[in-house]
């Protein structure tokens, strides 16, 4: 009888297991879509009062998850991709000053060198880069200072936003993590 009861459990387990097998093997089928990265991408466009794209800015967003930022996991003196994965890259849609130099219209690579006191931000001919691996400076095309500023509160991913000028044209990028951020100013070129 032990024998007959120990071969039915054994029969039906196997079943059982064919039937898990069968799950997987439909489910292998499935599309393999990638889980959500944890740095994901973001974009941010500007637009002018005639509704124009100004400016977009491509960018991944890191997450602070109870590190230390700037100083550490950003070091302060080197070159930063702005970012996570990919190099942040912005692309200007008509002649632009950034912080009083002129830029013509195009795409650039938008890297930063973080200080404690300012972070030096860079313009750089070079798109479609990696990190800040391949970064050279004689590819640099602008490259302006903006003293950091202090968030009121903590921004646990790595953030852009614009922030329009009151009373003339032009805006604000700003860029913040953790418990910093900076304000880059830029204005339509005079013609």
Known sequence: MKKILLTAVCLIGF?????????????????NFPKLDTSPLDMII???????????????????????????????????????????EITFYNDMTVGGETV???TYTLYTIPD????TVILNKSVHTWGAYEYTDERD??????????ASHNIENFSMTIEQKENEEGANLLMGWADKYVKVPFSPAKQ
């Open 141 to 150: 095309y602008v490259r302006i200072k903006v003293p950091v500023r202090n």
């Open 46 to 88: 500007h637009r002018n009062q005639k509704d124009e794209v100004i400016m977009r800015v491509i960018y991944s967003r890191p997450q602070m998850r109870d590190r230390e930022i700037f100083g550490k996991l950003v070091p302060y003196g080197e070159v930063w991709r702005t970012g996570a994965n990919e190099a942040t």
């Open 116 to 119: 404690e006191k300012h972070w």
């Open 104 to 106: 013509k219209a195009g």
């Open 15 to 31: 079943l059982g297991f064919q039937d898990v097998l069968a799950q997987e093997t439909e489910q292998s089928n499935d599309p």
